[in-house]
């Protein structure tokens, strides 16, 4: 996915992987060296950013898997 699609698709998570891939492809392609320590931190900050949102996102499914079923009532069908 682009980096436009994916900010088009509205994904925070998407966004974060295209910018990560984004960054990292332009400090392997070859940047001025006054260019390398910025992008290096933006680098760090977007995989960190996107470390939390996963981790968040597997923390709230353990928790919906561990949630007990309610009781279905027939009258609310």
């Given at each position: 996915m682009?980096?436009?699609?994916a900010?088009?698709?509205?994904?925070?998570?998407?966004?974060?992987?295209a910018?990560?891939?984004?960054?990292?492809?332009?400090?392997?392609?070859?940047?001025?060296?006054?260019?390398?320590?910025?992008?290096?931190?933006?680098?760090?900050?977007?995989?960190r950013?996107?470390?939390e949102?996963?981790?968040?996102?597997?923390?709230?499914?353990?928790?919906?898997?561990?949630?007990?079923?309610?009781?279905?009532?027939?009258?609310?069908?």
């Amino acid at each position: 996915m682009t980096l436009i699609e994916a900010v088009q698709s509205g994904s925070r998570k998407s966004y974060l992987i295209a910018w990560r891939d984004e960054l990292a492809r332009k400090i392997t392609s070859g940047v001025a060296a006054r260019e390398l320590a910025p992008l290096g931190k933006q680098l760090n900050d977007t995989i960190r950013e996107l470390e939390e949102l996963v981790a968040r996102e597997t923390e709230e499914a353990a928790d919906a898997v561990s949630a007990p079923d309610e009781d279905l009532d027939p009258d609310d069908l």
